[in-house]
T-cell receptor
Framework: NAGVTQTPKFRVLKTGQSMTLLCAQD?????MYWYRQDPGMGLRLIHY???????AKGEVPDGYNVSRLKKQNFLLGLESAAPSQTSVYFC????????????????FGNGTRLTVT | GEDVEQSLFLSVREGDSSVINCTYT??????LYWYKQEPGAGLQLLTY?????DMKQDQRLTVLLNKKDKHLSLRIADTQTGDSAIYFC??????????????FGAGTRLAVHP
C-alpha cells in the first residue's frame, strides 16, 4: 500500500515555464489537497477537491490550476512559473466525512521540491 | 482570524522530556493535530485530540489541551535522537464546505543532543 505518491520529487524551472505535479493515492480517499510549505510559514492550502471532477480554491490559489479527472489522481499545474512559487509542495488526502460531520486526519505525500530561477 | 503559533526551536538532551507548545485562536476547532516532519519527507501524523478532551496519551506521547487558554502541548518522554524533526501543530475548524480546513503552525524544530 503506497499511500500518497508525488512525482516528481525535485524540479528546477525557469521563469515562465510550465509544469504539472502529479499526486496519486491508492486509499480510495474522496478528498485531496495541495499545500505549499515555505520556511517559517507552515503549510498553506492552494487548492482542494472533494471528489472526482470537482475542485475548489484554498488560501493561496493564484498562479496554480488543478484537475481531478480520476478519483485517485490530483494534478497541480503551474502555467507560467514565477520565483515566488519556489517552495515544497505537498499533496494530501483523506476519506469523506463521516455521518457526524468529522473528518479523518490527512495523509501526506513526501513532497515535491520546486525551484524557479 | 484563524492563527496557530508555535516556538520555532527546542533543544533537549537525550533521555529528557520534550514539551512543544502551541496556541490557536479558533474556538470552534474540532480536532487538534500534531504532525512530525523528518528531513526530506512529508508530514506524518503523530497524534490528535478531539476538542472535548483534556488529555490523550499514546506510549511516549502525551497531548494536553487547555481549551480556556487555547493552548495545546505535546510531551515526548525519554526523547531519543530519532525524535529530532520538525513538529507541526494544526487545528481543524468546524466542517465547512466539505473539506478539512486545517490551519498549520510554522513548526517547531526539535534538536536532540547527547
Amino acid at each position: 500500500n503506497a499511500g500518497v505518491t508525488q512525482t516528481p520529487k525535485f524540479r528546477v524551472l525557469k521563469t515562465g515555464q510550465s509544469m504539472t505535479l502529479l499526486c496519486a493515492q491508492d486509499m480510495n480517499h474522496e478528498y485531496m489537497y495541495w499545500y505549499r510549505q515555505d520556511p517559517g510559514m507552515g503549510l498553506r492550502l492552494i487548492h482542494y477537491s472533494v471528489g472526482e471532477g470537482t475542485t475548489a480554491k484554498g488560501e493561496v490559489p493564484d498562479g496554480y490550476n488543478v484537475s481531478r479527472l480520476k478519483k485517485q489522481n490530483f494534478l497541480l499545474g503551474l502555467e507560467s512559473a514565477a520565483p515566488s512559487q519556489t517552495s515544497v509542495y505537498f499533496c494530501a488526502s483523506n476519506p469523506a466525512r463521516d455521518r457526524g460531520g468529522y473528518n479523518s486526519p490527512l495523509h501526506f505525500g513526501n513532497g515535491t521540491r520546486l525551484t524557479v530561477t | 482570524g484563524e492563527d496557530v503559533e508555535q516556538s520555532l526551536f527546542l533543544s533537549v538532551r537525550e533521555g529528557d522530556s520534550s514539551v512543544i507548545n502551541c496556541t490557536y485562536t479558533d474556538s470552534s476547532s474540532t480536532y487538534l493535530y500534531w504532525y512530525k516532519q523528518e528531513p526530506g519527507a512529508g508530514l506524518q501524523l503523530l497524534t490528535y485530540i478531539f476538542s472535548n478532551m483534556d488529555m490523550k496519551q499514546d506510549q511516549r506521547l502525551t497531548v494536553l489541551l487547555n481549551k480556556k487558554d487555547k493552548h495545546l502541548s505535546l510531551r515526548i518522554a525519554d526523547t531519543q535522537t530519532g525524535d529530532s524533526a520538525i513538529y507541526f501543530c494544526a487545528e481543524a475548524t468546524l466542517f465547512s464546505g466539505g473539506y478539512n480546513k486545517l490551519i498549520f503552525g510554522a513548526g517547531t524544530r526539535l534538536a536532540v543532543h547527547p
